[in-house]
Structure formats: C-alpha cells, structure tokens
C-alpha cells in the first residue's frame, strides 16, 4: 500500500516537536571552555612571556606577576559586560525614539509603559543577578589594590567606548542584530503567534469541544442504525479529523477519484447548543462507509478539518508565504494534538488523519482504514 509508513504520515510528512533547551546546553559548554581558557591564560601568559616587570618603579617577583595577570584578566571581564549592557540600553533607546510615535496608539499614551515596553529585558530577575555580581566584582577588586584600580581604570575605558562602536556598526551597518529564519520561528512559536496556533485554538474552542464532549452520547441517540453498528463494533466513538499537507479542501467527501471506496452513509443526530447568542445552533456529522478491494469496511465521522481552507487561501490575498504553508499547517497539526491531549473531555476522541492531499499520493480510504485498524488495535490492547 503506497504511503502507509508512519514514519512519513503518508505523505504528511514528520509533525515537528517544540524546541527544547539544546542551545543553552551549548552556550553552557562554550561558557565552560571560556573559564577553562581564562584559567590557563592566567598562569601561563605572564611566566612566558615576561620575565621582571615594573610598576611604579618597584621589581615583581613570579608570583606578583601572577597575581598582577590574573588583576588583569578578572577586570576586564566587566569592562566586556559593561560594554553588553551600554550597547542593549541604546539598542532599546532607538527602538523608544521611533516608539515615541506610537505612544497614544500602543502604549496607552503612558510614557511610563513605553519606557517599561522598551526596556522590559532590564527588569528581568537575571538582569538584576548579573548586575548584582558584576558590582561586588568590581567593588572587591577596587577594596584589594585601590591605586591599581585606578590604573587599570584610566587604561580600559577607551576601549568600553569602542568595544559599544563596533558592536553599534555590526548590529546596525552590517545588518547583525537581524535574527534568523530559525530563531523567528522560535519567538513566534514560543508565544502562539503563529497563524496555525490561532486557527488550531478557533477550531478546538469552538467546534471540536463542542461535538466531541459526549459524542458516544449523539452516537446512540440514533437507535435505529448508528447505536447498532457502534454496538456491534463497526463504528467507533471517534472523530476524524482530515488535514492534507496541500490544504486542498473539496467541498464535498467521497465524490472524486481520490475518495473512491468512501461512501456517504447518513447523518448523526443534529446537536443543539446555544451559543453566542445564537439559540439551538446546529451541530451535524456524517458518517461514511471507507471500504476497499478487499471487503474490508468500516463506518466512520470523519470530515476535512475545515479552518485549512483559510491556510490555503491567504496567499492569493495576503503577503502570506506559499513557501510557509506546510510549516503552518504541520504546526496546526501539532497544537491541535496538544490541545486535545490536554482536555479531559476531548481525550482519545479524536483522531488526526494526515496525508499529503497530492494526486499521486495514496487513496484518502487506505489511510483511514489504517487509522481505524490502528485504533481499534490500541482498545483491544
């Protein structure tokens, strides 16, 4: 049966999974291999390289040398993050002057929001921690030799001053401070901005809450056929959820070659919910018959997810990317199962059938028969 690897969803391709926390695990080795390097740099530098040196006309023995070197690497470090922090303060004063512009219309026409708007990153917990340290560096390494202090002060400030330039020309001239394909789509992601993420909670809130909450409820209400064949094991408690990679949505199911061996077969009970002022709206699910060759049959509530359309539209209409339709709707496919998963009246009642939708592809009846057999597998287990 062509396509009917799991591996690949028949087509669907993989459903990506959340980003996890493997950058911080790499930034946690490089800041390692930094103290590790700073470690040996202190006592090796000075013993080769130098041999006496004078300060204020005084001989340095070896281990004046060595404490002179380590005094020198350990204050340059908050020079450097001084230098981190001066460059992120104006990076957010610049984004505060075009902000300015804005302050009735996004900030409430409060100064006082704009400017914690702008410079949220500085009211961080760890900001404050780095800072707090930083200074008791600073402040121990002055308390040990004030007059050295002072030199090396006088000595470093210049190069604060450039070490903030150079970072200015290569975020704003050199276009650096532009963030990757990779970390926007973290960002948007991480706080559900993403199109996919809306149109997934649109149509959990208000459509599959709704049906799935006692579907083996609206399946029995019907005690001429559908109790029966939900008796008899033939028709499962269960909605299927169709969503094809190409976002293709016919308008209706079971009438193309693509859906040969689905047959429409009748309607459940109609469900009655007031909703949003709306008294009695109506809530109705067919049921189709998925055979094959073989004699093989099930009966089936199974639909297209119908919000796809809206991802298979926008780019005729929109600067929507064509490029990111299957991104969006893999990431559709994903929320959904989290949000089902995460329900207690929406557990293991809905199945999400993927496919790639393409011609070639397989049959749309040989998917959902091997999703029903999969299901029907896991109640029996």
């Not at 401070?177 to 901005?193: A, P, Q, Y």
Request: aromatic fraction near 12%; charge should be neutral; proline fraction near 3%.
């Amino acid at each position: 049966m062509p396509g009917n690897s799991s591996s690949t969803n028949y087509g669907f391709g993989e459903v990506s999974r959340k980003r996890g926390e493997w950058k911080k695990y790499a930034a946690c080795v490089f800041v390692g291999l930094f103290v590790g390097l700073l470690g040996w740099m202190a006592p090796v530098v000075p013993l080769q390289r130098i041999k006496q040196i004078s300060v204020n006309g005084t001989k340095l023995d070896q281990p004046d040398l060595y404490f002179l070197n380590i005094y020198h690497l350990v204050f340059f470090l908050p020079i450097v993050f001084y230098s981190a922090i001066i460059v992120k303060w104006l990076q957010c004063f610049f984004v505060m002057v075009e902000e300015l512009k804005h302050i009735k219309t996004r900030h409430k026409n409060s100064f006082r929001t704009l400017v914690e708007n702008c410079y949220q990153v500085f009211w961080t917990l760890k900001s404050w921690v780095g800072l707090g340290i930083s200074l008791l560096i600073v402040h121990w390494m002055r308390s040990m030799d004030k007059e050295l202090f002072d030199n090396h002060f006088v000595m470093y400030w210049p190069i604060v001053v450039t070490s903030v330039g150079i970072n200015l020309i290569t975020n704003y001239i050199l276009g650096f401070e532009t963030l990757s394909v990779v970390e926007l789509s973290e960002i948007h992601e991480s706080s559900n901005v993403y199109v996919a993420q809306g149109l997934a909670w649109s149509y959990f809130t208000g459509y599959l809450k709704i049906i799935l909450k006692d579907l083996q409820g609206t399946i029995k209400k019907d005690e001429k056929k559908w109790k029966k064949e939900y008796e008899d094991g033939n028709l499962q408690s269960k909605f299927y959820a169709i969503i094809p990679l190409n976002c293709k949505i016919p308008s209706k199911l079971g009438e193309s070659e693509k859906h040969r061996g689905i047959t429409f077969e009748g309607k459940l009970p109609t469900l009655f919910v007031d909703r949003a002022g709306v008294k009695d709206r109506p809530y109705v699910n067919s049921v189709y018959k998925i055979d094959n060759e073989k004699g093989e049959y099930h009966y089936a509530i199974c639909e297209y997810v119908t919000i796809i359309d809206t991802l298979f539209q926008m780019p005729s209409c929109t600067d929507f990317d064509p490029q990111n339709r299957e991104e969006q709707c893999r990431l559709l496919v994903r929320k959904l199962r989290e949000l089902i998963e995460s329900d207690d009246e929406c557990r293991e009642k809905c199945v999400i059938v993927m496919f790639s939708g393409e011609d070639e592809g397989p049959l749309l009846r040989d998917v959902l028969l091997d999703r029903i057999k999969e299901n029907r597998l896991q109640i029996n287990g």
